[in-house]
């Protein structure tokens, strides 16, 4: 018959062995899927950290309570990896909020697109699914400048910004006259800041509706950069992010809000 303190140690155990097996097998296929970026490995080490736990539960605190020392390390290690996934929830909370799908009806004289990635010279699945939501805002503002962002990624041979153009002729129809490339960035601060000179050329000031374009996930912190340089009238257009990649895009996203608040992006 199982004892109450043998049953009270296999709850955690089992617990901890299943979110392991599920960080480590997701961050394994993305991985394979030649995705590489703090969201992923980050899972990967905590999944690994998880199944050594549960497979040696036993041995571990055994040892523990030989090391009263390391023991109460211990444990203020597990309360501050606490605290900081409470953190992780309210940021994923923040994000769920400002989730918005929707179209906007007013016109505007701008329409920024912002980067993420490419692979084998076509748009990543969350940069297609940026560039599809950019279509509806350009059709409601056909006279608007459509500025697709983003510069050389790491083993291509076009830029960000070419193959955005080249999926919307493609797949929509739109012409080149009625873009304008910013091929240059290779941040979204950079981005907002590249595309301002584009602006000025085209006689569109920071005081005018301007929409930008980008990820659910990602539309707080490019909202924030935007407004830091200046932006006046903005409108946020999210994006939605496929699935697969979508919690592990949360996790990097966090630490990259992190970072730039430290460096005053915003």
Excluded at 8 to 13: K, Y
Excluded at 87 to 111: C, D, Y
Excluded at 113 to 130: C, H, I, T, Y
Excluded at 132 to 152: E, F, H, M, N, Y
Aim: charged letters at 15%; aromatic letters at 10%; glycine letters at 6%.
């Amino acid at each position: 018959m199982i004892s109450y303190r043998s049953l009270i140690s296999f709850i955690p155990r089992f617990l901890l062995l299943i979110l392991g097996l599920v960080l480590l097998l997701d961050s394994l296929y993305l991985l394979i899927q030649k995705k590489l970026h703090i969201g992923i490995v980050l899972p990967l080490l905590i999944g690994a950290v998880f199944l050594i736990y549960a497979i040696g539960w036993h041995k571990i605190h055994y040892w523990l309570n030989q090391h009263m020392y390391i023991r109460r390390l211990w444990k203020t290690g597990w309360c501050l990896f606490a605290l900081w996934c409470v953190s992780l929830g309210w940021f994923a909370l923040k994000i769920q909020q400002n989730m918005r799908h929707t179209i906007e009806s007013t016109p505007v004289k701008a329409i920024i697109v912002l980067g993420s990635g490419v692979e084998n010279g076509k748009p990543s699945a969350a940069l297609a699914k940026r560039l599809d939501a950019a279509v509806p805002v350009a059709k409601t503002s056909p006279q608007a400048l459509l500025i697709l962002s983003g510069g050389l990624d790491f083993g291509e041979q076009e830029t960000e910004a070419v193959i955005m153009a080249r999926y919307l002729r493609q797949h929509y129809a739109i012409p080149l006259s009625h873009m304008a490339l910013e091929d240059q960035s290779t941040s979204t601060e950079l981005n907002m800041k590249n595309s301002k000179g584009i602006l000025a050329q085209h006689q569109i000031n920071l005081t005018d509706p301007v929409a930008i374009v980008t990820s659910d996930f990602h539309t707080i912190r490019a909202a924030a950069i935007a407004i830091k340089q200046g932006y006046q009238h903005i409108t946020m257009i999210s994006a939605p992010t496929p699935l697969l990649m979508r919690y592990n895009a949360w996790l990097r996203e966090y630490f990259a809000f992190l970072s730039g608040w430290v460096l005053n992006e915003y």
